[in-house]
Every structure is written in C-alpha cells, then in structure tokens.
C-alpha cells in the first residue's frame, strides 16, 4: 500500500526540506545527509520528495533509490509511533532472533518491515546493533532491551500501548 502523500499537506516540511537540499547541493556525499534529512522530515521517503531531489540534484533516480535501499535506516512507507527492530547479527541469530522476530510478526499481525494497521508499531529489520553480549536484543525508537524472550513481548507492547492512552 503506497503512501499518500501531499506537498500543500506537507508544506511547512517541504519548505525546510528545499533548503536542507539547498545547502548540500554540489557539495561531495550530499546524497547521504540529503537523505536521512528526507527521511526525519517526513517520516519516510516520498516517491514525489525521491522525483524532485533527482531532479534538484541532477542525478539519476535510480541513484537515489539504490542508496535508499541498501540502507535499513530508509523506509519507502510511514513508520509506526514505535519502531521495533530484533537484531539479526550472529549472536542475536544464533540465540534465537529469527524465532522472536516471527513472534512479533504474529503478536502485531504484520509482516517484517510492516506496520500495524493502527499505525503505533513498526517491525524495522536490522542487522547487528552492536550488542552481541546482550544478544538477543530488541530495540523500541533505540531504546534497547537485552536478553528479550517471547514472554516480553506481549508486556512490552501493552506497556506501549498503555504510553498511548496517557497520551491521550
């Protein structure tokens, strides 16, 4: 499902995101923070935001896509209030990552790198986060929990969950 995405709805970003291009363009590595910029400004890429920057920056989109995609910390679609990630690098794997990824997947009803149709939770895929002696590791917006079991993950997002209604 694409996201909708609108430039009078987003003026206020958009208008800070032009001059975040503005003050990087022609500069050496701009894609990088051009990017990440996009990413923080609207939450994720917008095709429409990827289709003006190639042009602005006179670069192939097929460039900025390729750059977006090898990094897990771009997202094509609107992340969750709370974006989950279970660490898959080999001290996580081996300690039953995949296991406890799936299990979110089933607690939340979504696919890896989906969100919940309430719009609250992302499952984000990662590899490691540098915390293999605390393997396995989940994270919640980076806020990390060692040595997660499946027994956690049910509290966990009624905590979350419970955070929303506080909100309120």
Known sequence: MAA???WEAQACNVEH??????AWK??????MPILQ????????????????????LNTPIAELY???TFYSQFSF??????NISVCQGTACYVKGAEKLQDDFCDALGIEAGGTSEDGLFSLVETRCVGECSLAPVVSVNGEMY??????????LLKKLRSAEVMDD
């Open 4 to 6: 909708e995405f609108s």
């Open 17 to 22: 995101f032009k001059e975040t291009v503005a």
């Open 26 to 31: 022609g500069r050496k590595g701009a894609l």
């Open 37 to 56: 910029d996009a990413q923080i400004t609207f939450g994720y890429l917008p095709r429409q935001i990827l289709e003006w920057t190639a042009k602005e």
């Open 66 to 68: 390729g750059v977006a």
């Open 77 to 82: 679609e609107p992340l969750g209030k709370y």
């Open 146 to 155: 060692p040595h997660f079991t499946k027994k956690q993950i049910k509290p």
